[in-house]
């Protein structure tokens, strides 16, 4: 149990094993569970029922919804958005029968800073998902995803690009696209896409 002049919140229904770290304004919802060794960062928020394994870390102002298991291995920047029953693994071949838990079997799967993955996307473990990447609903990630792409489908595959706050760009003539909401302005080149200072 936290102590009582801890700087975060936890609903009294979630289960924070000793040797967990929680960053200040965090909150954790019903019934979720942090293992020891896991490390949330400062205002993150953990929905309803969220795992969170040892060996899991989460940056600054990450937003993992309901029903999200973090297993060891699972690394996310600042600023992540998880969507509802978002699916993790950590191992590429595993058999009841062989035990492969522990160093050298666990993948690391790394998720850059805002990442979006919409809900009942699975990840499968070892990929690397670049700054601003946004994964469309159910979909199933398999290979690395470039920074500000948009994937979606059965396997994952580029659909477009998305702009840091959330909106598809379109690329004009010039290979230039501009958010609507920000005004920023991105330039392709090639399979990625950079924003202009």
């Known amino acids: 149990m936290p102590p009582a002049d801890r700087d975060y919140y936890a609903h009294p229904t979630a289960v924070l094993d000793e040797g967990c770290h929680i960053g200040r304004g965090s909150r954790i919802w019903h019934f979720s569970h942090v293992s020891a060794g896991a490390d949330i960062g400062d205002d993150c928020n953990l929905g309803q029922n969220v795992f969170v394994a040892e060996g899991v870390t989460l940056g600054r102002n990450c937003k993992v919804q309901n029903n999200v298991s973090l297993y060891g291995g699972v690394v996310c920047e600042d600023d992540v958005f998880l969507g509802p029953s978002v699916v993790f ?109």
Request: charged share 15%; aromatic share 8%; net charge positive.
């Open 89 to 197: 693994t950590n191992v590429r071949n595993p058999r009841s029968a062989v035990p492969r838990k522990g160093a050298g079997h666990y993948q690391t799967t790394y998720l850059e800073r805002g990442v979006t993955v919409g809900a009942n996307a699975t990840i499968v473990c070892g990929v690397r998902l670049g700054r601003y990447a946004f994964v469309g609903a159910g979909s199933v990630v398999t290979h690395d995803v470039p920074a500000y792409a948009l994937v979606f489908g059965t396997p994952a595959r580029p659909q477009g690009w998305m702009s840091a706050a959330g909106h598809r760009l379109t690329f004009d003539e010039n290979h230039r696209a501009t958010c609507p909401e920000t005004g920023e302005t991105y330039e392709l080149s090639g399979a990625s896409v950079k924003l202009l200072a």
